[in-house]
């Protein structure tokens, strides 16, 4: 079956660059998506990328795909205090187009000072 | 819209009683999602509706679990009895068929005791 794996924990600096991994198996995978959520919050879609793409970048925000590996990563530029929190990946096949989703266990990310 | 929107937020029940969850997805969307947060195994779907319609409940961990969805506005996520394993954070989301963004509740923050 489908599974998604990531690292469960990152710690960065204020200011620097954070990288989020995520490895996936399903290699009918559609869509894979980045998800965010804050400390007693659902989650929060940031960014997804079509399966057909290698890259996609969107303002602090960029997303990798490489398909041969089955690996994604998220880059967070700059990163803040405010980007604490813990990012999902998680992916989808479009399934009677319900796009279900995967998830994978979440990264914690966090922003020291 | 005020987006999904889950009801009790939080909810302390004893074993053995029966616990209903609640749940109103934004309007116009066909799709709907429960599922499962823990430390031990994450997010896991447990079942979603389409057009009201339950179209895979195979991450419904036991009978004593059950969900309806009486029209496109309304869901349910009911256990009964409960045992302290079910202690969980349980988020509903909904999407409209065909697009790509899920949109999560704030979740039901579920103790067993």
């Known amino acids: 079956g489908e599974d998604v794996e990531q690292s469960l924990f990152l710690s960065v600096r204020e200011g620097d660059s954070s990288v989020i991994n995520c490895t996936y198996t399903d290699s009918s995978s559609t869509y894979l998506y980045w998800y965010k959520q804050e400390p007693g919050a659902g989650l929060q879609l940031l960014t997804y990328i079509f399966s057909n793409m290698d890259m996609k970048q969107d303002q602090r925000l960029t997303v990798l795909l490489n398909k041969k590996d089955k690996h994604l990563s998220l880059r967070i530029a700059d990163t803040q205090t405010g980007d604490s929190a813990i990012y999902f990946c998680?992916?989808?096949?479009?399934?009677?187009?319900?796009?279900?989703?995967?998830f994978g266990s979440g990264t914690r990310l966090l922003v020291r000072p | 819209d005020a987006g999904v929107i889950q009801s009790p937020r939080h909810e302390v029940t004893e074993m053995g009683q029966e616990v209903t969850l609640r749940c109103k997805p934004i309007?116009?969307?066909?799709?709907l999602f429960w599922y499962r947060q823990t430390m031990m195994r994450g997010l896991e779907l447990l079942i979603y509706f389409n057009n009201n319609v339950p179209i895979d409940d195979s991450g419904m961990p036991e009978d004593r679990f059950s969900a309806k969805m009486p029209n496109a506005s309304f869901s349910t996520l009911k256990i009964q009895p409960s045992e302290p394993r079910d202690s969980a954070v349980y988020f509903c989301?909904?999407?409209?068929?065909?697009?790509?963004?899920?949109?999560f509740g704030q979740g039901t923050r579920l103790t067993v005791v």
């Open positions: 989301a909904s999407t409209e068929g065909g697009t790509v963004e899920a949109f």
């Open positions: 998680a992916e989808s096949s479009p399934v009677d187009s319900s796009y279900k989703l995967i």
């Open positions: 309007s116009g969307h066909d799709y």
